[in-house]
Nanobody, 121 residues
Framework: QVQLVESGGGLVQPGGSLRLSCAAS????????MGWYRQAPGKQRELVSL???????NYVDSVKGRFTISRDNAKNMVTLQMNSLKPEDTAVYFC???????????????WGQGTQVTVSS
């Protein structure tokens, strides 16, 4: 089993910055992808940013140029630096990881518990 523990989030004024971190632990052979999704009230969960194991990084268009994702492979950790935050960034942010727990086995998808990000004056 794999656990994802998130930290960061909170309340910030428009234009401000926040940093989210997520650490994976448990039965980990290889992390194939790791990143962040978010879900605003009344909306579907959407991908924010994801790092694939070969280094490819994806961002949703609405955060490009403002958010930066990075990964520490040694610590099985991913960080999302969020700058120039807007009220429309308000949502619960969920860490996501696709993990292969054992050699030769398939991968599973895991989620963190979610952390609230509120952008408001």
């Amino acid at each position: 089993q794999v656990q994802l523990v998130e930290s960061g989030g909170g309340l910030v004024q428009p234009g401000g910055s926040l940093r989210l971190s997520c650490a994976a632990s448990g039965s980990i052979f290889r992390i194939n992808a790791m990143g962040w999704y978010r879900q605003a009230p009344g909306k579907q969960r959407e991908l924010v940013s994801l790092i694939i194991s070969d280094g490819i990084i994806n961002y949703v268009d609405s955060v490009k140029g403002r958010f930066t994702i990075s990964r520490d492979n040694a610590k099985n950790m991913v960080t999302l630096q969020m700058n120039s935050l807007k009220p429309e960034d308000t949502a619960v942010y969920f860490c996501n990881a696709v993990v292969q727990s054992y050699p030769g086995r398939g991968s599973g998808t895991y989620w963190g518990q979610g952390t609230q990000v509120t952008v408001s004056s």
